[in-house]
């Protein structure tokens, strides 16, 4: 069967008419596979949700219970009849239990990758390459001028600042979901061992990361009672990018403003954001490690969706391979 039978971009999102449900749809449906946590592909309100047990546990820390109708869990390479279709999750290696979903009937396959990354993470299982007939890629940053660098290299970069400024916090904006516990624990890989402290909307996420045998180290709440703002001086702060636009950050010891993500790469974003220090650390891919996925995989088409679209689309065409923008509204870069 052609491939837009079996999977197309409709106004909910993804839809697989053979199965009868949505792939991180955007709004409520009776019947949702969800890629992985994020708030722009895992949202509340579904009538059932099909996801790894560690994406149904963190909607259920993000939204409480019950956050859907009903829940069932997909091990990985498990196949799951629904329908006429046979899906089976694979490991996206973006935040921990994020995967990709392979959608097969009559013959055809389509793999959605969902938010993926390809460097090592210790906090999360690796991406997987799934051979299919096409491959829905993102393409978050999906333009030649990406490349990222080395993550310790970047994490290095703040262990330096840190005996360079030994009176000042370093408060880090880290996304809650992913980027923070990875930040900590490449921190903790660097040999960092001091306490780390965070914002409280970083707890309940950095609790159950910890419960599922990720070392984080030790974890306090970046709170001023009995300490003073002295007290925080030379430590490591980090919490969501939103606690920046209040007086949060402003409460510590000299605060020095950094912020991970990928984006830190363009120096008008660092800029307007008043980072002093950049750290380059994205949990998705650059354009040489989309490009490299796609040769590796050998999909007969590719379809590119929420980020650079048509970059992406014309390198494909150049190497000989059918390619089209899905154009889905409705992501953003939360877990960058």
């Known amino acids: 069967m052609k491939p837009d039978e079996l999977l197309y971009?409709?106004?909910?999102?993804?839809?697989?008419?053979?199965?009868?449900?949505?792939?991180?749809?955007?709004?409520?449906?009776?019947?949702?596979?969800?890629?992985?946590?994020?708030?722009?592909?895992?949202?509340?309100?579904?009538?059932?949700?099909?996801?790894?047990?560690?994406?149904?546990?963190?909607?259920?820390?993000?939204?409480?219970?019950?956050?859907?109708?009903?829940?069932?869990?997909?091990?990985?390479?498990?196949?799951?009849?629904?329908?006429?279709?046979?899906?089976?999750?694979?490991?996206?290696?973006?935040?921990?239990?994020?995967?990709?979903?392979?959608?097969?009937?009559?013959?055809?396959?389509?793999?959605?990758?969902?938010?993926?990354?390809?460097?090592?993470?210790?906090?999360?299982?690796?991406?997987?390459?799934?051979?299919?007939?096409?491959?829905?890629?993102e393409a978050t940053f999906g333009l030649p001028v990406f490349h990222h660098p080395n993550d310790e290299r970047e994490i290095n970069r703040l262990l330096l600042s840190l005996k360079q400024f030994p009176e000042r916090s370093h408060v880090v904006g880290a996304y809650a979901l992913g980027k923070a516990q990875r930040l900590i624990a490449?921190?903790?890989?660097?040999?960092?061992?001091?306490?780390?402290?965070?914002?409280?909307?970083?707890?309940?996420?950095?609790?159950?990361?910890?419960?599922?045998?990720?070392?984080?180290?030790?974890?306090?709440?970046?709170?001023?009672?009995?300490?003073?703002?002295?007290?925080?001086?030379?430590?490591?702060?980090?919490?969501?990018?939103?606690?920046?636009a209040d007086r949060w950050a402003r409460r510590f010891a000299d605060p020095l403003a950094v912020f991970a993500s990928g984006w830190m790469l363009i120096r008008q974003r660092a800029k307007q954001r008043g980072v002093e220090l950049p750290l380059v650390i994205s949990d998705h891919c650059d354009w040489a490690e989309l490009t490299q996925t796609i040769k590796e995989i050998t999909p007969s088409e590719v379809w590119v969706t929420h980020g650079r679209e048509e970059a992406l689309v014309r390198w494909c065409e150049l190497q000989g391979i059918p390619a089209r923008p899905l154009h889905l509204v409705g992501y953003d870069d939360e877990g960058e």
């Not at 419960?211 to 009672?225: C, F, K, N, V, Y």
């Open 9 to 137: 971009p409709a106004p909910k999102g993804l839809y697989c008419a053979k199965g009868d449900f949505y792939i991180d749809p955007v709004q409520p449906v009776e019947r949702a596979l969800i890629t992985h946590g994020h708030s722009d592909h895992a949202r509340a309100g579904h009538g059932h949700v099909l996801a790894t047990r560690e994406t149904l546990d963190i909607m259920r820390v993000r939204y409480g219970d019950p956050f859907c109708g009903a829940s069932q869990i997909a091990s990985f390479g498990e196949t799951i009849a629904i329908n006429e279709a046979r899906i089976r999750f694979h490991p996206a290696g973006h935040v921990l239990g994020s995967a990709q979903i392979s959608v097969e009937a009559y013959g055809t396959r389509v793999v959605v990758s969902g938010d993926y990354k390809r460097r090592p993470d210790p906090t999360c299982t690796p991406f997987e390459p799934v051979l299919c007939d096409v491959f829905i890629t």
């Open 186 to 244: 490449l921190l903790r890989r660097q040999g960092y061992d001091a306490p780390v402290h965070i914002h409280g909307a970083l707890a309940k996420l950095c609790e159950y990361y910890q419960g599922q045998g990720i070392d984080l180290g030790e974890i306090r709440p970046a709170t001023l009672g009995r300490e003073s703002r002295q007290d925080f001086a030379g430590a490591i702060i980090i919490g969501p990018p939103s606690a920046f």
